[in-house]
């Protein structure tokens, strides 16, 4: 059984970072795309990045990118996401997504994830 398990989210202030951890098993992840998708109050699921199965390729969405990193630990079977420079139009559930092959496909509907970890950014 698939399982994907976020942490590290939580209150953090304009301006400030966290780092996400998406814990993964299940599967054999190395073999398999992985990203972050992110959902705010009263809104749909945001996909926000994406990064293939050797950690080689990544993908970030306009509103993240220069600001958010994701990465990939096969070791471990984590997936990370550091999130720099927040911004309270960040606030949202985060979401870690397993993919269905290698790399990330746009019409993907990330029904594979995990439970998700709040991330307020409000002063």
């Known amino acids: 059984e698939v399982q994907l398990v976020e942490s590290g989210g939580g209150l953090v202030q304009p301006g400030g970072s966290l780092r996400l951890s998406c814990a993964a098993s299940g599967f054999n992840f190395r073999g398999y795309a992985m990203g972050w998708v992110r959902q705010a109050p009263g809104r749909g699921l945001e996909w926000i990045s994406d990064i293939n199965f050797s950690g080689g390729s990544k993908a970030y969405a306009v509103s993240v990118k220069g600001r958010f990193t994701i990465s990939r630990d096969n070791v471990k079977s984590t997936l990370y996401l550091q999130m720099n420079g927040l911004k309270p139009e960040d606030t949202a559930v985060y979401y870690c997504?397993?993919?269905?092959?290698?790399?990330?496909?746009?019409?993907?509907?990330?029904?594979?994830r995990g439970q998700g970890t709040q991330v307020t950014v409000s002063s």
């Open positions: 997504t397993k993919y269905p092959g290698l790399i990330g496909a746009s019409d993907y509907d990330y029904s594979v």
